[in-house]
T-cell receptor, first 115, second 113 residues
Framework: DVKVTQSSRYLVKRTGEKVFLECVQD?????MFWYRQDPGLGLRLIYFSYDVKMKEKGDIPEGYSVSREKKERFSLILESASTNQTSMYLC??????????????FGPGTRLTVT | AQSVTQPDIHITVSEGASLELRCNYSYGATPYLFWYVQSPGQGLQLLLK????DTLVQGIKGFEAEFKRSQSSFNLRKPSVHWSDAAEYFCAVQGGNNRKLIWGLGTSLAVNP
């Protein structure tokens, strides 16, 4: 079975702190994704990566950055956390060829609260 | 631009009743199609997928979905709902040379005993 793990299930941070969310997958997937999920807004893509050191902006990249130094690990960074970044963060990975993505496999999510 | 519509925000059914969750998409060709389920406080789990071939696909937990090209739909069905099926259900599509999935906003399912 594909396993996607996220470093924390719950996280509480203060405004202005730098926050790191880490995601690890064990299936050698090329693609990795970071989403945030808010009530009524569904899943919104923040960033994705299709190879080591490669990244693309998603629909809502502002206030976030990412890092992928190893194929299995994809980190989301909040440079200076703000209260409007309080959300559920979901990491996913997928196999893909030639610019496609197949089914995505999700981690359990990190519920981040910024106070 | 591609889009996915789940017309029902919230549905309530009685345990043992049949279920159909609707999903309509906008895309010129046949996309890859997916249904996911999310239990409260959890990540998303893949229920089933359609890439090509037989338009009726079977998934986990007794779910099935039917792709109808003429209606641009991929509706999810279950003949008899169990209380444990109460969750949020998401439809997603992927089309063309695109690494992203396009997501519907989800349908919240409640099951009455």
């Amino acid at each position: 079975d594909v396993k996607v793990t996220q470093s924390s299930r719950y996280l509480v941070k203060r405004t202005g702190e730098k926050v790191f969310l880490e995601c690890v997958q064990d299936m050698d997937h090329e693609n990795m994704f970071w989403y945030r999920q808010d009530p009524g807004l569904g899943l919104r893509l923040i960033y994705f990566s299709y190879d080591v050191k490669m990244k693309e902006k998603g629909d809502i990249p502002e206030g976030y950055s990412v890092s992928r130094e190893k194929k299995e690990r994809f980190s989301l960074i909040l440079e200076s956390a703000s209260t409007n970044q309080t959300s559920m963060y979901l990491c996913a990975s997928s196999w893909g060829l030639a610019g496609t993505t197949y089914e995505q496999y999700f981690g359990p999510g990190t519920r981040l609260t910024v106070t | 631009a591609q889009s996915v519509t789940q017309p029902d925000i919230h549905i309530t059914v009685s345990e043992g009743a049949s279920l159909e969750l609707r999903c309509n998409y906008s895309y010129g060709a046949t996309p890859y199609l997916f249904w996911y389920v999310q239990s409260p406080g959890q990540g998303l789990q893949l229920l089933l997928k359609y890439f090509s071939g037989d338009t009726l696909v079977q998934g986990i937990k007794g779910f099935e979905a039917e792709f109808k090209r003429s209606q641009s739909s991929f509706n999810l069905r279950k003949p008899s709902v169990h209380w444990s099926d109460a969750a949020e259900y998401f439809c997603a599509v992927q089309g063309g040379n695109n690494r992203k999935l396009i997501w519907g906003l989800g349908t919240s399912l409640a099951v009455n005993p």
